[in-house]
């Protein structure tokens, strides 16, 4: 089984400063890894994700993560945050098996992130 | 496309009450699987559906259960409610077998009083 640690519970920053969300699992085996968002009293939105190929990933609106195997991390960064940014991020790995995920995933205890104007 | 519905959105049960909640997961998808998000544990693994058959569980009780329609459509059910069952309740579907993305819906949230 797959244990996430996500190191920061809170990050507060000010708008337009870079921030990183950083992330941290335990096994180095064939991984998929997962950013996810929530907003208050919503479900989970997809933000980016590494299956294979290049170890930096990026969203739409900003956001990167690069997946470091040797240090099997998944840190998220943004080099200039908006308040809209303002939610909480998780980070999530699932284990493949034969080039397919197990289906389950491990999801970190989440970090909020707070951007002040 | 429609994305991953949950009903009810919100629902209160009294203690020792049983529910049944509901998700539809986006057209073509065949996996589905449940979450449980509380303040105190976070996001925790119930269990995962494919072509009616659970494929995978967490370490719920037994008063957890859930089912899979030959539509994909899924159900989970909670009996004998306590109050620590409180909980934002998540569906996630998945494309293909064992798909690499999860998509989920709004949830439902419980509360037990």
């Known amino acids: 089984a797959q244990s996430v640690t996500q190191l920061d519970s809170q990050v507060p920053v000010f708008e337009e400063a870079p921030v990183e969300l950083r992330c941290n699992y335990s096994s180095s085996v064939s991984v998929y890894l997962f950013w996810y968002v929530q907003y208050p009293n919503q479900g989970l939105q997809l933000l980016l994700k590494y299956l294979s190929g290049s170890t930096l990933v990026e969203s739409i609106n900003g956001f990167e993560a690069e997946f470091n195997k040797s240090q099997t991390s998944f840190h998220l960064r943004k080099p200039s945050v908006h308040i809209s940014d303002t939610a909480e991020y998780f980070c999530?790995?699932?284990?493949?098996?034969?080039?397919?995920?197990?289906?389950?995933?491990?999801f970190g205890r989440g970090t909020q992130l707070t951007v002040w104007p | 496309k429609a994305g991953v519905t949950q009903t009810p959105r919100y629902l209160i049960k009294t203690r020792g009450q049983q529910v049944t909640l509901s998700c539809s997961p986006i057209s073509g998808h065949r996996s589905v699987s449940w979450y449980q998000q509380t303040p105190g544990q976070g996001l925790q693994f119930l269990f995962e559906?494919?072509?009616?058959?659970?494929?995978n569980k967490g370490n719920f009780p037994g008063r957890f259960s859930g089912r899979q329609f030959s539509n994909s459509r899924s159900e989970m059910n909670v009996s004998t409610l306590e109050l620590g069952d409180s909980a934002l309740y998540l569906c996630?579907?998945?494309?293909?077998?064992?798909?690499?993305?999860?998509?989920f819906g709004q949830g439902t949230r419980l509360t037990v009083v």
């Open positions: 999530a790995v699932s284990e493949g098996v034969r080039g397919s995920t197990l289906g389950r995933l491990y």
């Open positions: 559906y494919f072509s009616e058959t659970q494929r």
């Open positions: 996630a579907s998945s494309p293909r077998d064992r798909g690499t993305e999860a998509f």
